[in-house]
């Protein structure tokens, strides 16, 4: 971009408020129709201050796009990948009501006044209540909510899962040291779910509000500073089906490697290299597995401030770096490393970056420079090629070296004055969208240069779709507090509602130096059931278990222990978030038919379709409500086998060595043996664990499995999918419980043979006999625990079948 350029947009930016002040597109009362034309696939609205195009994704999508008069239209979407049907929908006009329908959306326009409502199979979702309009210096559009409907989304914030009532702020920033509650976190996500199972998804990056009826007055209101007058419309009859249909619209997030649902030793920060092997060892010492280590600032310079932006080895702390990873990856442990978008004047690229175009420029059109807490710096220009360019080959460059992780920090970004130019428009246009693209950045050069490789992408903030780079994202700089704790499991609830499935938190809490042993287990025993494990901290008070009192290092232990048991059942339910969109962790509300339950808390949930898990949030509890969901089912408790009937709140006596975790009657739950790293872990022998109960006459399940690394391994055909199947029926006057194995292997997936210890709970008395494939063998009956244990030697791509005659 040119100083002339430059000069010419700051001339526009500074000229923009006196000239949208005089503008204003008309209000409904004021829009006049004037004509309907259908082309192709989209319907196109003449009104007398602009025109609407209006097009469908699917039966279940629907598009909305309005150009004022003297506008263009902008194609260009950061968050939509989908392409629309081709097929046109049904077109319907009777003189006063102009219907667009698919056999599931349908979008009704009145002529007078006039008027833009959606449904779903006949069901009435939701309603414009006035187009879009300039009201306040700010592109306006308002919506019709029911009474009682509840809505979610918005973003990464601590507010209670129903978060009508508040008035959103659309704009990425990092909100340090909260608690129980915070109004603005690091991923604002311009998306609205309703409790009537459909979304708005307003697609415009730029800064804004997102007003969930904060007046009171049954308003769904959307602000922003100008952009795309663009939003779609998702529905479903199910929360599945919304979630599906929202993924398909923004992308999905691909399967991470499976080291990245291992341990990591992590804090702020290793300053040395001999302290980084150190800390290593010692989880191997400890017998604490480990699959990854992350590096944080210090690994390119001894301070804090002053050296942001080196991203090359500090030589001195760390002087062999290369040999290091190296030996680190021999056994089995990766290397994670901080970088951030900033490059301070006092840093050794500094010169370079401003030598090769790198930077974000003023409206002189010289690279911008401003003071923050690391010192003064410039920032990496996204939007033109000269910076992508020139951040990749740091990337790539240090890839080769053996960094097999990346940690993007402080890309809101955290300081980002609004008079920063860059390639594409102002700060504020691109701001909620640079961490995003940031994360594209890698992504992208991984699909040139490493194709076969999963990247691991961990980032502090986003937009909608970002999942579909595999980036994993984080809650930000939670306090070390109970409070910090007790807001974590909304943010990753609602944003896996929103297609980031991996949102998780620094587990034990990042900032404070707050020593509190029994916080720091309970956040580590929540830390199994959510996306990533990962503790993480300020290094006044240890985050590695390792470095704990001797009891907080074995309920520690423990903890780590079952994450690793459960590799096998987390990779699964991982794999049917790449195909479907469901995430990981999923509100009650997901599952649960009785509007009358309490469905919207978070303090319960659910982990993939099995588990239901409650963390203790408070110091010393003595007991703790659990809401068992869908009234008929039973659910067991995961550590003592004690059945609960659903439909029912109870209040349960938590213990010292584990949270409360139950899992669903009929779930298929695969397990393994423990390994000290993912590197050793093998799929080919199996803990197989069915929860068996009367009222489940039919059920079934799956095991996914890869080779854990390989890019795109589904779609390559290199994976095996060994599905469950049980059957509870009766034969000559006995129960007969029938659960059969069956394999698909890829079409570039050589079958092998699988070894599974078939463990049946919830078995009342010793059977009467037990088959596999029609021969008898012998079989472990555990009397006291209701356990039923058979081996089971699936044959490479053949199938199986146990019968057990109770």
């Known amino acids: 971009m040119t100083t002339a350029t430059i000069a010419r947009l700051a001339l526009c930016i500074t000229a923009l408020p006196l000239a949208t002040s005089t503008f204003a597109f008309a209000q409904n009362a004021e829009r006049q129709f004037k004509s309907v034309t259908q082309n192709g696939n989209t319907l196109e609205i003449a009104t007398a201050d602009g025109r609407y195009l209006i097009k469908p994704y699917s039966s279940a999508i629907v598009e909305t796009t309005f150009i004022p008069n003297g506008e263009q239209l902008d194609p260009a979407s950061h968050a939509v990948i989908l392409a629309p049907v081709q097929a046109p929908a049904t077109f319907k006009d009777d003189g006063a009501r102009i219907t667009y329908a698919t056999d599931g959306i349908a979008v009704t326009v009145d002529r007078k006044p006039f008027r833009i409502g959606y449904s779903y199979k006949g069901k009435p979702l939701v309603a414009e209540k006035r187009g879009f309009g300039r009201v306040d210096g700010m592109d306006t559009i308002e919506f019709g909510l029911d009474d009682g409907e509840a809505l979610y989304g918005g973003g990464a914030r601590a507010l209670g899962m129903n978060r009508r009532g508040n008035r959103l702020r659309l704009y990425n920033k990092a909100d340090y040291g909260y608690a129980e509650r915070s109004e603005l976190l690091n991923f604002t996500i311009p998306v609205a779910l309703s409790s009537k199972k459909y979304a708005i998804h307003f697609d415009n990056p730029q800064v804004g509000w997102l007003d969930f009826d904060s007046r009171k007055d049954g308003t769904l209101r959307y602000e922003v500073i100008g952009g795309r007058k663009t939003y779609q419309v998702v529905a479903g009859d199910t929360w599945d089906a919304v979630m599906t249909g929202y993924t398909d619209l923004t992308g999905r997030q691909p399967l991470p490697p499976r080291w990245a649902f291992g341990n990591f030793a992590s804090r702020f920060g290793y300053k040395t290299e001999a302290e980084t092997r150190a800390i290593v060892d010692k989880f191997a010492q400890e017998k604490i597995p480990l699959d990854a280590v992350v590096l944080d600032l210090y690994w390119f310079g001894k301070t804090v401030q002053g050296t942001m932006g080196n991203m090359d080895w500090d030589r001195d702390t760390f002087p062999h770096a290369e040999k290091m990873m190296a030996d680190f990856k021999a056994k089995g442990v990766k290397t994670v490393v901080i970088t951030e978008p900033f490059v301070l004047t006092t840093s050794k690229r500094w010169q370079e970056a401003v030598d090769k175009n790198v930077l974000a420029l003023d409206r002189a059109g010289k690279p911008a420079t401003y003071d923050f807490y690391f010192g003064n710096t410039g920032l990496i220009d996204l939007y033109k090629k000269e910076g992508r360019d020139w951040w990749w ?203 009358a339950q309490p469905i919207e808390r978070s303090s319960t949930y659910l982990w993939g379709p099995d588990f239901l898990v409650t963390p203790i949030v408070k110091p010393g509890a003595t007991r703790a409500e659990v809401y068992f969901p869908t009234t008929g089912s039973v659910w067991f408790d995961f550590h003592t086998g004690q059945a609960h009937k659903g439909g029912i709140l109870e209040t349960v006596r938590p213990v010292d060595a584990n949270i409360p975790v139950y899992v669903r009657a009929g779930a298929f739950v695969p397990m393994a043996k423990v390994v000290q790293t993912t590197r050793d872990y093998t799929g080919r022998q199996i803990d197989l664990h069915y929860y068996h109960d009367a009222s489940v006459k039919t059920s079934s399940g799956k095991l996914y499995d890869d080779d854990g690394e390989t890019a795109g391994a589904f779609a390559a055909g290199k994976y095996e999918i060994v599905r469950f199947a049980s059957r509870l029926g009766e034969a000559d006057g006995k129960a007969r419980l029938e659960i059969g194995f069956a394999t698909e292997t890829g079409k570039a997936m050589t079958a092998v043979p699988r070894g599974f210890s078939l463990k049946v709970h919830n078995v009342a008395a010793k059977p009467r006999a037990v088959t596999v494939d029609g021969r008898a063998v012998r079989f472990v009956f555990n009397a006291q625990q209701h356990l039923l244990e058979v081996p089971v030697a699936a044959k490479a791509g053949q199938a199986a079948q146990v019968v057990v005659t109770l």
């Open 393 to 595: 080959n740091i990337y790539r460059d240090l890839k080769k070296g053996g960094v097999t992780g990346w940690w993007g920090d402080l890309g809101e970004p955290e300081l980002h004055p609004s008079n920063l130019v860059h390639g594409t428009g102002t700060a504020d246009q691109v701001h909620n969208v640079y961490g995003h693209d940031w994360a594209r950045l890698i992504a992208e050069g991984y699909q040139r240069e490493f194709p076969a490789e999963r990247p691991f992408i961990l980032m502090r903030a986003g937009y909608s779709g970002s999942q579909r780079f595999g980036m994993i994202p984080w809650s930000g700089d939670v306090s070390r507090s109970w409070g910090g704790l007790q807001s974590q499991m909304e943010i990753s609830l609602q944003m896996g509602m929103q297609g980031l499935a991996y949102m998780h938190s620094d587990l034990g809490g990042f900032a404070g130096a707050v020593l509190d042993d029994e916080l720091y287990v309970r956040w580590l025993q929540y830390g199994v059931f959510q996306p990533i494990f990962r503790p993480h901290a300020q290094e006044a008070v240890a985050s590695e278990p390792v470095l704990r009192s001797e009891r907080t290092k074995v309920l520690a232990r423990e903890a780590v222990w079952l994450r690793y048991a459960m590799l096998p059942y987390n990779y699964t339910i991982a794999f049917d978030n790449q195909q479907t969109g469901m995430p990981l962790m999923r509100p009650l509300m997901f599952v649960e038919t009785d509007p």
